[in-house]
């Protein structure tokens, strides 16, 4: 391949990972270096070495990159070739190929049904799980009251400390009023779920060839107080109506050390893109360690729901009762949210978290986007699902969590905590499983595809088996509707956390044939973003230089399947379909004249400032670490991340505002990504808009290369503190990420004024006053 | 691999003869034309006060920072040289070049 087809040399004349026909002596070369590298990660992740070490050796440079020398980069010049890069090895496949194994579908989550405590108000958990209550106040709480009245911790037996470590509170989330559930009894917890973050089970593979996977090679979620993680992640399916309560335990080694090489024992569960309070968001600098819970509260709530239809009349705005028919909720049903996903978002360490997995997807039923094919009231759309439930039938609605990944030489995850650009791996996966395939019926399916790499875009089109695209139909857009579904043969850009809802039809193609769902997207070698789409017939061929290109799942045309809603039923092709794709799946909500208006250029920008005079960040980041990723606000300085600095302000609720995102670089992209609220996609500044953006609802933005978009925002409901970022997670840790203050909290609540910075530790959170940009506070 | 071993066998040949890259550290220069930049204002004190940036943004900032990206990404194509670090180069705002359409929508 030819690293320059845009005119930018990316630092190579090649691209990261080597051919497999490559010599033997140049595998060598290239596993050296990257030995090398995962020795000097290890050494810093104990504390052997520090990066100031590593500067005054002369192996990093002052972007905090290795340096580019032979026998430590990928990029520096081999041994064997002066004009070619060192390379990086191959994930070693065992005796895996590609789709030779079932896809997994997502891990779907069993919810517990919660009762209310009239008299504490509390959420109470089933008696035999032994939990304690959920609440609108954190434990925090009574754990600091208890220290107040019972002198003497760490020695006073207080019940409420952490029960792993004895140091500390028992739960994660923040003491007193600002960090309390907001609007508790208004969005009362109906059902919960109790998980755990943590080492992975054993014997946990990618594929069945392939090696397993060390304990702490991957940290993902399984079921259950202090249990082992699973692959493949979890699925929640949430309703409108009924609010959530996800407990989750860090069931992660106590000691940092532990980690495999990279990732960071603390976490705050972000729900992607949730309508909740800043508390329940996961990304208000509140992470939790080893032997605590962080109880989130997801509201279901339906944004407007304080201004438009107050009173619960529109039959859209509703959600399944269970039973065929609707519980309406207040709120405006154009802004209806469907395939949503969570992650960790502990700042600095997001991207080695999530790609160490820590994600699963959430998946929101509604009235008119119900999970049900059949049932037919004149508000469901039908839309491909099953019919065997009332509501979110995945027969025939599938999530795809699209990643990539790469291994050591000994087969286990491997990530390189160096790059500030981005990283790719060399394992194409769909669920966290490689190149898998998907029986399917002929019929109607709809895909739920979420691009769950860190630095990777994808670009996809589905082959026949006479290898031509196909046509299929575009319904959602970072889980919101388009308004009319468009027919397409090939999707746009993919960028990481985007998630693409499409319906495609089978019925066309006999039982026995094989249709592949095939990435076109070539990317740079440094991870920064995409470079050219190839063409079908080029990408089939696969590139040796990346096996990410190409056929990444393969779907197999067949007589019957079994049906994952009610185990042992059987589906057949010879059952009528009577799903619909309508020409109509929600109505426009309007462009108006804003309140204000906001430019943000995310770029890189003298040299970041996310340590304070102390030289500390907030929160605490590696030693030296660069941030070479910079935001500017209106025009002015560049910052970057640093969790006691609020870089835009949101005075009220209610004020319509456009923002324009503008690509402060050259040659890369930037996904960004706005916690809370969806904004509709306006303008892409001189440049078109293609038909899945133009006047739809998004949370994530691929900027493109000197791209600007501008959307219309609105905030409401809830308030507090939320963050918008670039989600190539890389660029966000070094640390393309600002602090964004909503003060749109209801009237009297702590979140109409600036709540203070929480700064966790594992003996408790302190809190200190966040600085406010000028240029992003529009008060007086 | 020892660490130890690493760094003085294969990484000690590798110091040799290698050039670390140089950080390439410039300060934010745009021209005249720039609406967006706050700039110092005396006052009849002679003390120097620092006006209130833009709370809101106008079609003339948004153009000049499209304006600016697509310098920047020009340049990288003639030196060939992938920006690395802080690199915010002068140029000329040119407000007759419209790169921001506010009528797209």
Known sequence: MNACRNGINTGADNTMYISSKASRARQREAQNARDNRAEIIKALSIGQITRRDLYKWGLLTVTGAMALKNGLSPFASSAYADDIPTGTPRSPLGTATKFSQPMPRLALQVPYTLTKDQATGNAVWPAGLGERDSKRLSWHSEFTNFNTQNPGYPYNNNPFRNPITARGPLEGRPPGEVFAHQRWDEFFPKVGYIMSWGQVATGTKFHAGMTAQNPNAIWTYGAGRFVRGTLPPFLIKGRYGEPILTRIYNNTPLNREDNGGFGRNESQLHHHNAHNGAESDGAANVHHFPGTFYDYRWSTTLARRDTINTQATEPRASGPNGNGGLVNVKGDFRELQGTLWAHDHRFFFTAENVYKGNLGMVNYYSGPDRGNEELADGVNLRLPSGKLLDYGNLDFDVNLVISDAATSQNGQLFFDTFTTDGFLGDLPLVNFAYAPYMNVLPRKYRFRILNASMSRFYRFCIASPNNQKINFKFIANDGNFVVNPITLNTLDHQGNAERYDIVVDFSTFPVGSRLKLVNLLEMRDDGRGPKDTLSLGEALQGDDDDPVIGPMLEFRVVSSVPSVDVPGYTHFATTPDNSQVPNTLTVQIPIVAPVRTRLVEFGRSGSGDSRGPNGQCTPDCPENMPFPWTIKINGQDAHSMNANRISLLIPQPGQIEHWTYVNGGGGWDHPIHLHFEEGITMNRGNKPIPNTELLVRKDVWRLRESGSVTFQVQFGEYGGSYVNHCHNTVHEDFAMLMRIQLLTGVPGSPQTAVTPTPNPSPDGITFTNPEILPEGDPRT | ?105
């Open chain 2, 1 to 105: 691999m020892n660490l130890m071993s690493t760094l003085r066998l294969s990484l000690s040949a590798v110091l040799a003869g290698a050039a670390v890259i140089a950080a390439v550290s410039a300060s934010a220069q745009t021209a005249a034309g720039n609406l967006t930049t706050a700039t110092p204002a005396a006052t009849a004190s002679g003390a120097t006060v620092k006006r209130k940036p833009p709370t809101s943004a106008t079609a003339e900032m948004v153009n000049e920072a499209i304006q600016r990206s697509e310098a920047r990404a020009a340049k990288g194509r003639a030196s060939g040289i992938t920006e690395r670090w802080g690199t915010e180069e002068p140029f000329t705002y040119n407000p007759a070049v419209r790169r921001f359409n506010t009528d797209q929508q």
